[in-house]
């Protein structure tokens, strides 16, 4: 059966989902939303960067959007600037019946334990009075720090600890947002940046460290621990997101740490960098400038690298690959998947099913 699939924004992640939806051979792309008013009336194959027509146009009409009655929604849109209007978009499209890929806002990867029950529970009743799933994955969080590192520790024997690291150059990232506000690179380093206040990074990635350690079976200590350190930077670097000068924040390292009786367990840490040049005493990719790094400690010890990049070298653009097709390869399940907010501890294996080249 062909499932009908909405894309919802066509940025740096939703070009490449409307490309792996129009390659998917069990997805049918029939509608586009778009934010920018330039870009309504154009062709999506012309927005994805494929040069050629697939067909459909875009539109920033969510309402007829939704009366097309599609199977499912790959919502790409930007949600680290507006987390609880994001919510309220991806509520109104579980209670429509409509299921749902996401790819934020991040919070909603497993959202138990992060956000108050009270904000739960009417996702949870708009999904099952919508008769529809809700799945917010990706590469990180998602893939890279869920289903990869517990499926590692289904070859353990014994357990100390479990690290899901990104180590990165962010230079070729375009994302000013993230970059200038959330991070705060190029900022002077009294800059108040989202990620530097108290409780954000928990917000961010602890559900990460909380979704593993329910794959575990832990009980985590609360709350759990933020540990950071900001590198400003030794000279003037450039970035696609921004200019750095000499002395703004330049590199950031940041850890949270799910504890029992106060001993890490769980350990998200990222290391990013804005040239690969910088902080050389911190960890670095076997290969290329970006991977993934899963360490699970103890008997046996166990480490996996986890890298990629495009066809032109770049790890970044490769970066928004893998997050978009995340999403769109696992819509078939999300489609059979029971009403509700569905965790990557729900879903069954998710493959590259059709997508071999003849």
């Known amino acids: 059966m062909t499932l009908r699939v909405v894309e919802w924004s066509t940025g740096t992640v939703g070009r490449h989902a409307i490309a792996g939806i129009d390659a998917h051979p069990e997805l049918e792309l029939v509608g586009v939303w778009v934010s920018d008013p330039a870009k309504v009336g154009k062709d999506a194959g012309r927005l994805a960067g494929l040069d050629r027509d697939l067909g459909v146009l875009a539109t920033d009409d ?27 978009d991806l509520t109104r499209f579980v209670k429509a019946g409509v299921d749902v890929v996401s790819s934020g806002p991040v919070i909603l990867q497993f959202p138990y334990g992060v956000l108050p ?37 289904s070859l353990s024997q014994s357990i100390d600890e479990v690290r899901c690291m990104e180590i990165a150059d962010y230079s070729t990232y375009y994302q000013p947002v993230v970059m200038t506000q959330l991070f705060g690179f190029g900022q002077p380093m009294d800059f108040q940046a989202v990620l530097a206040a108290p409780g954000v990074l928990s917000l961010g990635w602890g559900s990460v460290v909380r979704q593993v350690a329910a794959g575990l079976g832990l009980t985590l200590d609360e709350p759990l621990v933020e540990r950071v350190e900001r590198v400003p930077a030794d000279r003037d ?23 029992v009786n106060g001993v890490d367990r769980v350990v998200l840490e990222h290391y990013t960098r804005t040239h690969p040049d910088q902080c050389p005493q911190w960890p670095r990719p076997d290969h290329g400038d970006g ?36 999403l769109v390869n696992s819509v078939p399940a999300v489609v059979a998947a029971k009403p509700g907010i569905v965790t990557a501890l ?13």
């Not at 929604?73 to 994001?86: K, L, P, Q, Y």
């Not at 809700?134 to 720090?145: E, Q, R, S, W």
């Not at 670097?237 to 504890?259: C, H, K, N």
């Not at 495009?310 to 653009?317: A, P």
Request: hydrophobic fraction near 45%.
């Open 237 to 259: 670097y450039s970035t696609v997101s921004v200019e750095i000068a000499e002395g703004t924040l330049a590199a950031m390292r940041f850890e949270i740490a799910g504890q």
């Open 346 to 358: 729900d879903m069954p294996l998710v493959t590259g099913r059709g997508l071999v080249t003849e």
């Open 291 to 326: 991977c993934y790094r899963i360490e699970v400690r103890g008997e046996p010890e166990m480490t996996v690298e986890f890298s990629h990049h495009g066809r032109d070298g770049d790890h970044n653009v490769s970066g928004m690959i893998v997050t978009a097709m995340r």
């Open 117 to 153: 029950q009270e904000l739960i529970t009417p996702i949870e009743e708009a999904a099952v009075a919508g008769g529809a799933s809700l799945h917010v994955n990706g590469i990180d969080p998602g893939f890279a720090n869920d289903v990869l590192p517990l499926s590692m520790t």
């Open 62 to 88: 969510a309402d007829a959007l939704l009366a097309l009655a599609p199977d499912a929604i790959v919502h790409t849109a930007m949600t680290d600037d507006r987390v609880m209007e994001a919510i309220d």
